[in-house]
């Protein structure tokens, strides 16, 4: 990628780039999803993850606060594509979930969606980044792949991670790969930009 392009794409994805931000939100995830897994029957206290929906939400104001610091703010307008995607992508894992819940097939909807979401993000952001884009489409393949395993009569996998059922399955490696990309994005991005000036 020669320098203009490149400029062109950090300015273009720069709150994107910014991986730690993902991190608090996938952290989050993980917690509740080991939580979710030892509760017997239907959760009576939610303190929990109440408090960790609390600690996400801080974590990621001191992440905001580290790169609008050190790195300052590009003001990027979200495009109405983009909304409407993010709206669709909401919609659907909701359904999913809701799906894989009532048994409707022996697909994991939940599973296909997420390999989706790392098929688009990845053609959709980082079709420059040749290391990213195939990253993501392996993990989209991977997402796939597990999702339709009980179709061949695979039908317990999660249990490998001691986990009760699909669904918690997928939320444990989306969490899991989200801090990974997270720490990877971060990493991308300092590199990419210039050492910032020492605070006098």
């Not at 910014?18 to 608090?24: C, E, S, T, V």
């Not at 050190?70 to 999913?96: D, P, Q």
């Not at 039908?155 to 969490?175: A, E, V, Y």
């Amino acid at each position: 990628m020669d320098s203009i392009k490149h400029t062109r794409f950090l300015a273009k994805n720069y709150p994107q780039l910014q991986g730690l931000r993902a991190i608090p939100l996938s952290l989050c995830l993980l917690v509740i999803t080991l939580w979710a897994n030892s509760q017997q029957g239907p959760a009576r206290d939610l303190t929990l993850p109440i408090l960790l929906a609390l600690g996400c939400l801080v974590f990621y104001l001191l992440v905001d606060r580290y790169y609008n610091r050190v790195y300052g703010r590009v003001k990027r307008t979200v495009t109405h594509a983009e909304m409407f995607l993010s709206t669709i992508g909401a919609v659907l894992a909701l359904a999913a979930f809701i799906g894989d819940n009532l048994n409707i097939t022996e697909v994991s909807l939940l599973g296909l969606v997420f390999a989706a979401v790392f098929a688009f993000t990845g053609f959709w952001y980082w079709r420059p980044v040749k290391s990213v884009l195939n990253l993501n489409l392996v993990l989209a393949a991977c997402f796939a792949i597990l999702s339709i395993l009980p179709v061949v009569g695979i039908r317990d996998w999660w249990g490998f991670l001691g986990l009760k059922d699909s669904i918690l399955g997928f939320t444990l490696l989306f969490g899991i790969f989200g801090v990974i990309g997270g720490l990877i994005f971060h990493i991308y991005f300092v590199r990419s930009l210039p050492l910032p000036p020492e605070a006098s």
